[in-house]
């Protein structure tokens, strides 16, 4: 075929979510991905929330590495803060086999009716007459196709957001640089992951640990560029040295994360962005799989609204913009501007910070119990953070 409703462009968690439910609407779609095989090479620390992920898949055992029941927090001079899973945010819950994990969510998309291409990049999109020209290379030759919408999931470095106009550019206090080493012969709870935060270990973002069953796990650090005296990497290898000299490394990542917030608008005539192309990462955490996954279901629901309809105008798809704003703009917005405060709080009021909560039992941290100890033991932080907090 060269001829479709729906041509999603990547195909991570976006965009295989996209193309099944363009697909299971009865809608003509193909999914195509750059790589040659789904979901290789693995550029993420594989965290999703249990209720996050469970709203668009049933666990498999095949996909899922670990089951978290908690997260600890540890402060620069070692104070540690633990929640459970379902108070940590949308990163725990699960640690995913991501390269298994993305390859099943596009057999979905393939079992829904999509049409799957890998080895196969889209390298221009044109738009004329009310439909869009898609130029594709796929296993070495090029062809154009056509499509009426374009959903771009083509992640951090999307290139449809640039082919379209799209502004979703990012300054240097905008992105994480990440790096990250599946990791064996370390210690840890294999049910607890684990975040290190601190200028002191990562200047404008963090440590992480998530366990990948018993004997290994992903260890990982995110740094701002425009905080961050050295790379990523020596962050890391520093921390490393000194927390897990024996820990053997087998396998190296490394990637961007858009930490921009809420972008205005992921849509434009016969074209709409979703999952990191539309920067719908957390600010704070940098997660991005559930979101994107969201997005690509609300994305996937206007493409067949405006193939019902007749309509691919910018116009028509602002709905998709209205709708993700809904579900999640808001958090995107406060988080931002969270992560702002954070990152001025120097490292010893981090220190206080956890150190007035860590005595907490697990069973009893809440939002509710935190702004209480925070208010009794720091008024003035609490007076800064009131809003995030109450
Ligand atoms: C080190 C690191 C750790 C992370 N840890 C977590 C975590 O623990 N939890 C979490 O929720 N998030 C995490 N993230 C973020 C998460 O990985 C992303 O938010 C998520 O993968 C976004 O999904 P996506 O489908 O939007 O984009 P991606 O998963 O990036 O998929 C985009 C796809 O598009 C393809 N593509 C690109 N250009 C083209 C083209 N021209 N033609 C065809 N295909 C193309 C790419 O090959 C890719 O497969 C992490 C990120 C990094 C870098």
Request: proline share 3%; glycine share 10%; with cysteine.
């Amino acid at each position: 075929m060269t001829d479709y409703d729906v041509i999603v462009v990547g195909a991570g968690p976006s965009g295989s979510i996209s193309a099944k439910t363009c697909a299971e609407k009865g809608l003509s779609v193909l999914l195509i991905e750059k790589r040659q095989e789904i979901g290789v090479p693995v550029r993420c620390a594989e965290g999703v929330s249990k209720k996050g992920l469970e709203r668009f898949v049933k666990p498999d055992e095949k996909w899922i590495a670990s089951e978290i029941e908690r997260a600890e927090i540890i402060s620069p001079s070692s104070h540690r803060v633990v929640l459970s899973a379902e108070k940590a945010g949308n990163e725990v819950g699960y640690v995913l086999e991501r390269k298994v994990f993305d390859r099943y969510l596009a057999m979905l998309a393939s079992r829904a009716g999509s049409n799957v291409l890998t080895k196969t990049s889209a390298v221009y999109i044109k738009r004329e007459n009310g439909i869009v020209r898609v130029g594709i290379r796929s296993m070495g030759e090029e062809e154009e196709l056509t499509a009426k919408i374009v959903i771009g999931a083509d992640g951090v470095e999307s290139r449809v957001a640039k082919w379209v106009g799209i502004d979703t550019t990012l300054k240097l206090n905008e992105i994480e640089s990440c790096v990250q080493y599946l990791m064996t012969n370390i210690d840890f709870d294999p049910s607890t992951t684990y975040f290190w935060i601190g200028k002191k270990y990562a200047p404008g973002g963090y440590i992480w640990l998530f366990p990948k069953g018993k004997d290994s796990a992903n260890v990982g650090i995110g740094v701002m560029p425009a905080l961050a005296e050295r790379d990523a990497k020596w962050y890391l290898d520093r921390f490393l040295k000194e927390n897990f000299p024996e820990g053997e490394i087998v396998e190296v990542v490394v990637g961007g994360v858009p930490v921009k917030g809420a972008i205005d608008t992921a849509v434009s005539d016969n074209v709409m962005l979703v999952g990191d192309a539309a920067r719908h990462t957390d600010p704070i955490t940098g997660g991005g799989i559930v979101n994107g996954m969201i997005a690509g279901y609300l994305a996937g629901l206007t493409a067949y609204e405006a193939v019902e309809s007749g309509d691919f105008s910018e116009r028509f798809l602002r709905r998709y913009d209205e709708r993700w704003k809904a579900e999640f703009g808001e958090s995107l917005v406060r988080n931002k501007k969270l992560q702002e405060k954070m990152l001025k709080l120097e490292d010893s009021v981090l220190d206080r910070l956890i150190e007035s909560v860590k005595g907490i039992p697990i069973e009893e941290m809440s939002v509710k119990r935190l702004a209480y100890e925070i208010f009794k033991k720091h008024p003035r932080l609490f007076w800064d953070l009131r809003e995030f907090i109450i």
